[in-house]
């Protein structure tokens, strides 16, 4: 059969550059994998026997599309004593299927074709097809010079008359930034004098590694415009479960809700019972992680600046982004390299835009073994091509 002509918009949308490196690293046995995207712990005990006992105990249906009360409860007294954030768990928050659905949801729901989204660069992988695959334009802002946070006139500058919305994700997945409180005060100014959406993923808030989490959702006078996306997979290693949230203006859930609703009608009830638990009982979990991520990070840091090279502390999520641009390839080129010769994966820093490029990202979410054998061979490659 011939097949009929797809979406066209999807020509322009490729496999990420994290999955080609793990799919490589599949082929290679006895290579050390540091492409991966995932706490390399397992979900607390706490949680798991929550789920099991509830799925002997009840049915399991639907949900409220928003998600139970109870967890939409528990999500906003999360936001308040953390951030004292006002969001009534009524009609200003909805559950999603982990923090992927949540971005595209939001995406769906304010973008028409020829729009722009302003986006700090390095990013994440996931956000520009979503972009792309709605007719809409992705604005790159360049925070190499500045640590990677980015600086709000740099932003201003980039907005124009077709601007829908800025997105900002700290910590940052790939580079490990976390934003100081000026910088949010800079930018909730700036968001204040626009009249375009706030998008934020705060996917590794628990995950901060030094200093504190400073949220959006804290500025009252921005919360019209704001859209804050959050969830459990990283912080309670539960990446499977696909369980996130998004939080807005009662106006904004309202529609939100019809896409989400379309989409996927509620979140999968075992799971919502699980993040429940993480929300309560295994509050701390993320406590615990971190400071074996601390441990790993000031490892790995200190090796790759006794290696010679420029690298930022990263402060939050589980990354590390060290410059390669001293030896002078493309950022694929030198982590396919280094899988052949060294046995070491990483994914090139292209992945995450052409403002990643000339470096590469390095997940400490592995043992300290893997870690310290890991260096010792990036170490050996690095002397080789000197
Ligand atoms: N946002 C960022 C910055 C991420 O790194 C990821 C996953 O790697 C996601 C969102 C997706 O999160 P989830 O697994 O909850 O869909």
């Not at 073994?369 to 080789?384: P, Q, T």
Request: net charge negative; with cysteine; proline share 6%.
């Amino acid at each position: 059969m011939n097949v009929p002509e797809l979406n066209r918009l999807l020509k322009n949308v490729g496999v990420p550059g994290t999955r080609q490196m793990a799919n490589r690293v599949a082929q290679m046995p006895g290579s050390i994998d540091l492409t991966l995207g995932q706490p390399d712990f397992p979900t607390p005990g706490s949680i798991r026997n929550r789920v099991m006992k509830a799925v002997e105990d009840q049915p399991m249906k639907y949900s409220h599309n928003r998600g139970t009360l109870e967890l939409r409860t528990a999500i906003t007294e999360f936001y308040r004593k953390k951030y004292s954030a006002d969001y009534n768990p009524d009609d200003e928050v909805i559950v999603t299927n982990g923090g992927s659905e949540a971005l595209d949801t939001i995406f769906r729901t304010i973008i028409n074709p020829g729009d722009e989204v302003i986006m700090p660069a390095p990013i994440y992988t996931g956000y520009e097809p979503i972009v792309t695959m709605l007719g809409a334009k992705t604005v790159l802002v360049d925070t190499t010079d500045t640590d990677f946070v980015p600086v709000a006139e740099k932003i201003e500058a980039a907005i124009t008359d077709r601007t829908k919305a800025v997105l900002l994700n700290y910590p940052n997945n790939p580079t490990g930034a976390i934003y100081p409180k000026e910088t949010i005060e800079s930018l909730v100014k700036l968001f204040d004098r626009h009249d375009i959406f706030v998008i934020v993923d705060e996917m590794y808030s628990e995950n901060t590694l030094d200093g504190t989490h400073h949220s959006f959702t804290t500025y009252p006078e921005i919360k019209g415009k704001l859209l804050a996306v959050n969830g459990l997979s990283k912080s309670h290693a539960m990446t499977g479960w696909r369980i996130g949230w998004l939080l807005g203006s009662d106006e904004m859930i309202e529609k939100l809700t019809l896409v989400h609703l379309y989409n996927t009608l509620c979140a999968s009830m075992p799971s919502q019972i699980a993040a429940l638990e993480a929300l309560t009982g295994a509050a701390d979990a993320p406590v615990e992680m971190n400071a074996a991520y601390i441990e790993r990070r000031n490892y790995i840091y200190k090796r790759l600046m006794d290696m010679g090279l420029d690298v930022v502390l990263p402060r939050g999520a589980f990354y590390i982004f060290p410059s390669i641009k001293e030896y002078n390839e493309s950022s694929f080129d030198f982590a396919v390299e280094l899988l052949e010769k060294a046995h070491v994966a990483v994914v090139p820093g292209s992945a995450f835009s052409k403002y990643g490029e000339g470096h590469i990202r390095i997940s400490f979410a592995t043992g300290m073994k893997n870690l310290e054998e890991a260096a010792d061979r990036l170490e050996g490659f690095l002397r080789g091509k000197k």
